[in-house]
Nanobody
Framework: QVQLVESGGGLVQPGGSLRLSCAASGSIFRINAMGWYRQAPGKQRELVASITSGGRTNYAESVKGRFTISRDNAKNMVYLQMNSLKPEDTAVYYC???????????WGQGTQVTVSS
């Protein structure tokens, strides 16, 4: 089993920054992708950004140039640096880990990000 624990959410004003962290523990397959998804009220969960264990990244168009995903493989951590935040970034952000061989995936419990003045 794999456990994911997110931290770093909160309330921030438009234009501000937040950094989300996700700690993974348990039986983590070496070849994996970790990522961040978000779900706003009344909307479907969507991919924000992902990064493979080899360092390949992928971003939603809406966050390109504002968000940066990174990971520390030695610590089994993934981070999401969010800059120039907009009200439309308000959502619950979920950490995800996917085994790239079996496609099995795991989710964290989510952390609320609210962008409001």
């Amino acid at each position: 089993q794999v456990q994911l624990v997110e931290s770093g959410g909160g309330l921030v004003q438009p234009g501000g920054s937040l950094r989300l962290s996700c700690a993974a523990s348990g039986s983590i397959f070496r070849i994996n992708a970790m990522g961040w998804y978000r779900q706003a009220p009344g909307k479907q969960r969507e991919l924000v950004a992902s990064i493979t264990s080899g360092g390949r990244t992928n971003y939603a168009e809406s966050v390109k140039g504002r968000f940066t995903i990174s990971r520390d493989n030695a610590k089994n951590m993934v981070y999401l640096q969010m800059n120039s935040l907009k009200p439309e970034d308000t959502a619950v952000y979920y950490c995800n880990l996917r085994n790239l061989v079996t496609a099995k995936e795991y989710w964290g419990q989510g952390t609320q990000v609210t962008v409001s003045s």
